[in-house]
T-cell receptor, first 112, second 113 residues
Framework: GNSVTQMEGPVTLSEEAFLTINCTYT??????LFWYVQYPGEGLQLLLK?????DKGSNKGFEATYRKETTSFHLEKGSVQVSDSAVYFC???????????FGQGTRLTINP | DAGITQSPRHKVTETGTPVTLRCHQT?????MYWYRQDPGHGLRLIHY???????DKGEVSDGYSVSRSKTEDFLLTLESATSSQTSVYFC????????????FGPGTRLTVL
């Protein structure tokens, strides 16, 4: 079946630290991959996406590369800010299916 | 921002009562979804719709029903609410084809006492 596994949270970092949130997936074929972000009290917003192997999605200083060989889509940012504090969700869309499968989410807190 | 609204935004109800949540979109997107969000589970799909009067079950559909009589509205009904249905409910939409990028509403926090 299709599934997404994210690193356990919560994650707490200091401002300007380097961020990695791990995401691995299991899927048949070549899924599309997404990172969504949820700020407190809000719905989910698309942060970035990649639709084929070796694609790199990027937005707001965040990046993630679609690694078919390791079935991974790790989220990275070189220097985090307090405003990056949120819950981050990794998700996949199986080929031919109009659905998303989500990981459990990782809560990130950035301290000044 | 995608034009998606949910109503009500907050609701407290008692066990055994019926509850209907509404999702309204102004984007004319074909697909609409209902998810629930619970700690440790991420978002789980309840039901989805691929057109007017066309719906299908997701992974946690027991105890829920849906209806879509117009492109813009997707209703989620809890026929007899239980405490296990206390959750935050999100509606999402996506257009046909492509990579299935979904746009989410602001959510409804439901508490069943």
């Amino acid at each position: 079946g299709n599934s997404v596994t994210q690193m356990e949270g919560p994650v707490t970092l200091s401002e300007e630290a380097f961020l990695t949130i791990n995401c691995t997936y299991t899927a048949t074929g070549y899924p599309s991959l997404f990172w969504y972000v949820q700020y407190p009290g809000e719905g989910l917003q698309l942060l970035l996406k990649a639709t084929k192997a070796d694609d790199k999605g990027s937005n707001k200083g965040f990046e993630a590369t679609y690694r078919k060989e390791t079935t991974s889509f790790h989220l990275e940012k070189g220097s985090v800010q307090v405003s990056d504090s949120a819950v981050y969700f990794c998700a996949l869309s199986p080929p031919g299916a109009q659905k998303l499968v989500f990981g459990q989410g990782t809560r990130l807190t950035i301290n000044p | 921002d995608a034009g998606i609204t949910q109503s009500p935004r907050h609701k407290v109800t008692e066990t055994g009562t019926p509850v209907t949540l509404r999702c309204h979109q102004t984007e004319n997107h074909r697909y609409m979804y209902w998810y629930r969000q619970d700690p440790g589970h991420g978002l789980r799909l309840i039901h989805y719709s691929y057109g007017v009067k066309d719906t299908d079950k997701g992974e946690v559909s027991d105890g829920y029903s849906v209806s879509r009589s117009k492109t813009e509205d997707f209703l989620l009904t809890l026929e007899s609410a239980t405490s296990s249905q206390t959750s935050v409910y999100f509606c999402a939409i996506s257009s046909s084809g492509g990579d299935n990028e979904q746009f989410f509403g602001p959510g409804t926090r439901l508490t069943v006492l």
